[in-house]
């Protein structure tokens, strides 16, 4: 459905609450857009690349138009595999690995650094038709750490595998390893030392100003930088996959959401797929996923509002953050309760709508 009277890329965050212009989100839940009526508007694919401080006032029009043109990408790739008859898992994998490419994200070749100078990458994919799943942590040499999490689903009997084991095996695989110096870009390792000389006891996390307090910060453009996808294919499944570098900083071996089935990553026929963003312990703690897709099958919540009912506990708890959040019916929704989260939708006719600030 097209809002001739909207400005570009404004059109989604009225799609919450049936289209309805005048409805307002919660007071814990900054934006949502989606959860238009099944007969209006099916979304078949939905992207995130971090939730965060990202204000308007301090982003260049050429870094908002590269994010634009690499979240695009994402969208068109991930769609284009839907088209040609793949399944929600192989839409999936190609976003994200869109996404890991670019430095501009959190997530494989934009990587932050550990405390001690590496990168360590996480990631998780899930298959909703038969809930089969797979997951790596703590990666350092993995090109595109989601195609090693979909090795462990499709090519082992577990769904965990973490460092070097996760290596050995992805290497076993088939998977592109690199040098670990591959991950390096300039402005990843210059906010590592600006993190370390602020207070060298606490992580950081990548573009958020709010908890600064906490984690030992001062006054930066950070981000929840952790990129994701869920797809719905032409059989009515879907597929959900998340990836990140974690936090800038973080020491011992630290592990957040995005791994784990059920906190941030998860995805069943029956309920929805659904991929997280955000302060990683909060989002482990309210088993974020899960409790959404538990919503909506004990109580008959919609996505949307099981989406905004589950984002409002972190809140409460003290987690920032965001999520997307697709079901077999098509109807999307994407809450955050942060001043923005890079995000994007395509429509089963292909339309791409592209949205980074707080509307």
Known sequence: MRFPFLPAFLGLGLLAAGCNPAAKPTDSVAE???????????YVLIVHGGAGTILK?????????????????????GYDQLQAGKTSLDAVEAAIHILEDSPLFNAGKGAVFTHAGRNEMDAAIMD????????????????????????????????MMMGAGAEQFARQTGQTLVDPRYFYTDERWKGLQDAIKEDSTKSRLDHDDKKT???????HDYKFGTVGCVALDKAGNLAAGTSTGG????????VGDAPLIGAGTYANNATAGISCTGWGEFFIRSVVAHDISALME????????ASRT?????????????????????HASLPFNTEGM???????DGKIEVQIYKE
Request: hydrophobic share 35%; net charge positive.
């Open 32 to 42: 949502t857009a989606t959860t238009p009526p099944a007969d209006q508007t099916k």
């Open 57 to 77: 006032s301090t982003m260049t029009p050429e870094k908002e138009a590269a994010y634009r043109a690499a979240l695009t990408k994402a969208l068109q790739t």
């Open 128 to 159: 909703g038709n038969t809930l089969q799943a797979g997951a790596v942590a703590g990666v350092t040499v993995i090109r595109n750490p989601i195609s090693a999490a979909r090795a462990v689903m499709d090519k082992s009997e577990h769904v």
């Open 213 to 219: 307090a906490r984690l030992g910060g001062g006054q």
């Open 247 to 254: 936090m800038t900083n973080k020491k011992f071996g630290r």
């Open 298 to 305: 004990y109580k008959g919540l919609s996505i949307d509002e």
């Open 310 to 330: 589950v984002l409002a506990k972190v809140a409460k708890l003290g987690g920032d953050g965001g999520l997307i959040a697709l079901d077999r019916q098509g």
């Open 342 to 348: 890079y995000r994007g939708t395509i429509t089963e």
